[in-house]
Nanobody
Framework: QVQLVETGGGLVQAGDSLTLSCAGS????????IGWFRQPPGKEREFVGS????????RYSESVKDRFTISRDNAKNTVVLQMISLKPEDTAVYYC??????????????????????WGQGTQVAVSS
């Protein structure tokens, strides 16, 4: 079992930056692939980005590519989502998710929510125009 807790959400203005953190506990964090997802108001949950077990690889959705950056510190059991140039359409509840599934291939990441087994409770990000 892996427990995840997201922090760092809040209300910001368009163009601002915000950093979300995902703290993991209860398992071998370095063996987890971490994904970030978000659910805008009234919409389905969507993929934001993911990072491989060692941090060797990251993947982002087209809507956040070049604005969001994911990094991890396995010694601190933490994954960070740095967001710049925020837009009103980035308003959503942001979730981090983890999985230990999959082959031990360097750089592997997942984009589908069904590939993740453990989820945090989410943190709200609101971007005003």
């Amino acid at each position: 079992q892996v427990q995840l807790v997201e922090t760092g959400g809040g209300l910001v203005q368009a163009g601002d930056s915000l950093t979300l953190s995902c703290a993991g506990s209860g398992g071998m964090f370095s063996n987890t692939i971490i994904g970030w997802f978000r659910q805008p108001p009234g919409k389905e949950r969507e993929f934001v980005g993911s990072i491989s077990r060692s941090g060797y690889s990251t993947r982002y959705s087209e809507s956040v590519k070049d604005r969001f950056t994911i990094s991890r510190d396995n010694a601190k059991n933490t994954v960070v989502l740095q967001m710049i140039s925020l837009k009103p359409e980035d308003t959503a509840v942001y979730y981090c998710a983890a999985t230990t599934r999959g082959p031990a291939i360097r750089g592997i990441t997942y984009v589908r929510s069904v590939d993740y087994d453990f989820w945090g409770q989410g943190t709200q990000v609101a971007v005003s125009s």
